[in-house]
């Protein structure tokens, strides 16, 4: 068995059943496709699916490539594309020249059919030549020890005759040639990535109609209903036999803007965008159904409710993001996009702008979603218990380890996401060991011998300039590049004040609803909307969470709704120091954070719980800054 470097999770897999002069002299090839595809050789004659199903299982091909009686045999019991060896009359031509040097005296023993080329070559050459066939393996051998009891000078066909006739002392020659398997290669590389792109399709396609909690909606241009997925039937109460109700929904659709609106469905608000499918048929480039039509495809999303709930756990406080800003739709456009590969991503933004919230959406829009979803703080690791935490460790390894051993954080997300927060706050050590794991993808426990290949999907985060780190040598740069082959960067609040409405009254409805409070979210954010849009909220959306908790908890003990600007003055201020603005603040982003942590200090008089919550950040991660503040003194 042959193989190349590790696999690389973008490529298209080639499977490559041979045997011995067929597999060396494709092995000899594989280097000019290295970049093209991955690949895999394997000696086998295949005579048995039995045989077969493991190779096949432990590769997952998108494509496999033979010849001769093995690709038939691949072909009718596969249900992948099979690429077979093309023998030309040049390859025959070729070889049989060769053969006629040593001999006039030659049998061929092929898969193939009489070549038409023979009788040619017998008078131009001079030669004698018996011709064989064979339907399968065994009739190959059966063939070739009859025909070995009489006297050849030279045989001449595939790889496994060849192979025949070498144990039996004969000289043999292969008629497959190096351009033939050339072009074969290449056939099956196109054929493999035509197979992944179709299976990817079909994967979305399933999970959009099973799976997807976003209903979607397929009408045709006469305003039937002609397919819907599950989400649709069980959020808008459509099946087969409610034609009536459909068509109501879409004439409700259908009146609103073309790109997208409102409308009512059941008694119920819902957000819907609309597009066409558009395949480049016709002159509108719109395709068609199978009844002569354009499509337009109508996806819903139901007001107050988290746009992007995961099915596999229930929502909790703080998980729902919401947006209506352009800026926020790109990252999410982003996301979608991203989530589908299963390389590495790289979220950055400041504090506080909800990356562990997209890294979620990323895990549940991936292939990985069935799988857990763990989250690391980089920051909060130790140096000495960094590699047990995220490796774990086997029993013994050190004083005090657990009995049985311990699965680290990597292991737990196996299949699943691993979410790396807060990334640059690792030391050059610690970036040592996770690189290796990036490159390798196998863990190997403290203590332990046993490397272990884990499959998942990492997203990293960091609110640090980690391309500038890179430059100053505190950040690998190698680590860098492996996390950043898709880059999401997260504006700030103040970079999307259309989404500061949406978030304030969904944070009101969960904290009045946490502390039992009959209180309209709308009435008290007509009341302090202003003052939220006016502000820059240095700690994002998480020094948003903090002021309305504020808020709710005042409102219940004066459960005045009027009163709520009024109550917005006395318990955040600092909302309406605006009107005498700090000066900037100068330097690299890095400095830029210390100086608003000094600030902040000041003017709390040192209060280190009111300058996390200004900020919007953990108590544990402004301890980490001020220490960086005296290092700098």
């Known amino acids: 068995m042959v193989t190349a470097k590790p696999l690389d999770p973008q490529l298209p897999r080639v499977l490559i059943f041979g045997y011995r002069e067929f597999s060396q002299q494709v092995s000899s090839l594989l280097a000019e496709f290295d970049t093209r595809a991955e690949f895999k050789i394997i000696d086998f004659i295949v005579d048995s699916f039995a045989g077969l199903r493991s190779h096949i299982g432990d590769f997952d091909p998108d494509v496999v490539v033979s010849a001769g009686s093995n690709a038939a045999y691949l072909k009718s019991a596969l249900n992948l594309p099979v690429v077979s060896l093309e023998v030309t009359e040049s390859d025959i031509a070729d070889a049989v020249t060769k053969a006629a040097a040593v001999t006039d005296n030659i049998l061929m023993i092929s898969f193939e059919p009489l070549p038409r080329i023979l009788p040619h070559l017998e008078n131009s050459l001079g030669v004698s030549i018996t011709h064989k066939r064979y339907r399968t393996p065994e009739e190959a051998r059966e ?61 979305l396609c399933k999970w959009l109609m099973e799976n997807s909690n976003t209903p979607v909606l397929v009408v045709g241009s006469d305003a039937r209903l002609l397919q819907f997925n599950r989400a649709a039937g069980a959020g808008l109460q459509l099946d087969t036999a409610t034609g009536a109700d459909a068509a109501e929904l879409i004439k409700s659709l259908r009146l609103a803007p073309a790109s997208g609106g409102e409308c009512r469905i059941n008694g119920c608000d819902w957000w819907f965008h609309r597009d066409e499918l558009d395949s480049g048929l016709g002159e509108s480039g719109f395709s068609k ?24 756990r229930p929502a909790a406080a703080g998980d729902e993001l919401r947006y209506r800003s352009g800026a926020m739709a790109a990252v999410m456009r982003s996301v979608e996009s991203f989530s589908h ?89 610690q970036q040592a060991k996770l690189l290796r794991f990036l490159q390798e993808r196998t863990v190997r426990r403290l203590g332990g011998n046993k490397e272990t290949q884990i499959n998942l999907k990492i997203v990293a985060a960091s609110n640090r300039p980690l ?36 978030i304030a009254e969904s944070k009101l409805e969960q904290f009045l609803g946490l502390y039992n409070l009959s209180i309209n979210a709308g009435e008290v954010l007509e009341q302090i909307g202003p003052a939220l849009r006016e502000y820059s909220w240095p700690g994002n959306v998480r020094e948003l969470e903090n002021v309305l908790e504020r808020i709710v908890a005042n409102l219940l003990v004066s459960p005045d709704t009027g009163s709520a600007s009024a109550l917005l003055h006395s318990i955040a201020p600092e909302l309406f120091a605006g009107d005498t603005p700090p000066a900037p603040v100068a330097g690299s982003p890095r400095q830029r954070e210390l100086q608003l942590v000094a600030r902040a200090m000041d003017r709390f008089d040192n209060d280190k719980h009111k300058v996390a919550e200004y900020l919007g950040i953990s108590q544990t991660t402004l301890w980490r800054r001020l220490k960086q503040l005296n290092k700098s003194d």
């Not at 292969?174 to 299976?199: D, H, T, V």
């Not at 159904?289 to 596999?312: C, H, M, T, W």
């Not at 590495?344 to 919230?357: A, C, Q, R, V």
């Open 289 to 312: 159904s199978g009844f002569g039509e354009s499509v337009q495809i109508y996806q819903l999303y139901r007001k107050k409710l988290n746009l992007d709930q995961a099915p596999s």
């Open 143 to 203: 063939i070739f020890y009859i025909a070995s009891k009489q006297s050849w000078g030279a045989i001449v066909g595939a790889s496994f005759i060849c192979g025949l006739a070498t144990q039996e002392g004969f000289k043999s020659f292969l008629f497959y040639s190096r351009e033939s398997s050339r072009q074969m290669l290449l056939k099956a590389i196109e054929a493999g990535a035509q197979y992944r792109r179709a299976r990817h399709g079909q994967a």
């Open 467 to 502: 391309r500038e780190m890179v430059q100053q040598k505190t950040f690998r740069e190698d680590l860098f590049y492996r996390l950043n082959v898709f880059h999401i960067q997260l504006p700030p609040l103040r970079a999307r004040k259309d989404d500061i409405d949406c």
């Open 341 to 429: 590969s299963p390389s590495n991503i790289l979220i950055t933004g400041e504090s506080g702008t909800g990356k562990e919230l997209i890294a979620r959406a990323i895990h549940q829009a991936s292939p990985f979603a069935a799988g857990q979803f763990v989250g690391v703080n980089c920051g909060a690791i130790p140096s000495e218990l960094f590699e047990g935490e995220l490796f774990g460790h086997r029993e013994g390894a050190y004083t005090g380890s657990r009995r049985g051993g311990r699965k680290g954080l990597i292991e737990a997300a196996g299949d699943g996401l691993l979410f790396l927060d807060e990334i640059g706050e690792l030391t050059l050590e």
